[in-house]
């Protein structure tokens, strides 16, 4: 038995391998159930026992040179492939094009950034939405005709499960867990069963905000948005409020600012008007407090919306909506200077 060992012992000490399956043939050879240790294991029961201690001390030596011997030849190779890692046929030539943030990250950072100043915490919802959170909480009645103004991509019909419209489904969810004040706005992708096209898309962004509190009036939501346009479109900025309808705010204006492009004397992209369009207000219908447990005789509040896409062509002049979701880095270079 020792003589087989000591055997054994030289041939490891020589072990040697070219490549992986030279070294899988080796492992096998010595440290499988079948192989040479092993057999000399299934001896050890033979070996009179006054030579035991012995050979069971060799034969541990043995096993561990050996593993330790086909361990080091294992890392051998792998450092060997680690090598090669770079070397990936399948892709792109270096050097590797990079793009630069979204633009429509950028508009949406500092949308948040002008409302963080004002007080404004960011809250967040799920894009599958039940039709309570989307519609029925918010005011819409079920066969009010306003609804098809939203019409959305149903999920399940019984109960309806949808794809959201608006954010204004986190504005409800919060309205729900939260007692006043509340001040929050709510960023995030929406979708519209829209016909795609350079002025529409099945799906959007937008950022909604909500401020409920005591004594809350339309000059504060008028002086709210007077600081927003200024902060993003500059100091010289002008807004006006033009009478409205939503379901959930009441009264409802919608929000036009002097054009950034022609400062308001009229041009091709204001249509001549020397005003733009950009958003969505008015204060929150009574029904819409009531429906999510806030006391509409103690509490008041505004909100608004707008679309991050509309925020995005105004400031950047893209003219054709489906170039945000091409991920095309060409066109994304085109902001690197925009942060």
Known sequence: M?????QLLKEVEALHASNAEELEALRIKFLSKKGAIN????????VAAEQKKEVGMRLNELKTKAQDKINALKEQFESQDNGCDGLDLTRSAYPVKLGTRHPLTIVKNEVIDIFARLGFSIAEGPEIEDDWHVFSALNF????PARDMQDTFFIEAHPDV?????TSSVQTRVMETSKPPIRIIC???VYRNEAISYRAHCFFHQVEALYIDK?????DLKQALLLFAKEMFGADTKIR?????????EPSAEMDISCNICGGKG?????????VEILGCGMVDPNVLESNGIDSKVYSGYALGMGIERITNLKYQVKDLRMFSENDTRFLKEFEAAY
Do not use: Q
């Open 241 to 249: 409020l033009r009478p409205s309808y939503f379901p959930f705010t």
């Open 267 to 275: 041009c091709p992209f204001c249509k001549h008007t020397g005003w």
């Open 39 to 46: 057999d000399l294991m299934a001896d050890f029961r033979n």
């Open 2 to 6: 020792i003589a087989k060992i000591e």
């Open 141 to 144: 009645a079920e066969d009010h």
């Open 215 to 219: 004594d809350v009036s339309f000059t």
């Open 162 to 166: 949808v794809l959201r419209t608006h």
């Open 187 to 189: 960023p995030g992708r």
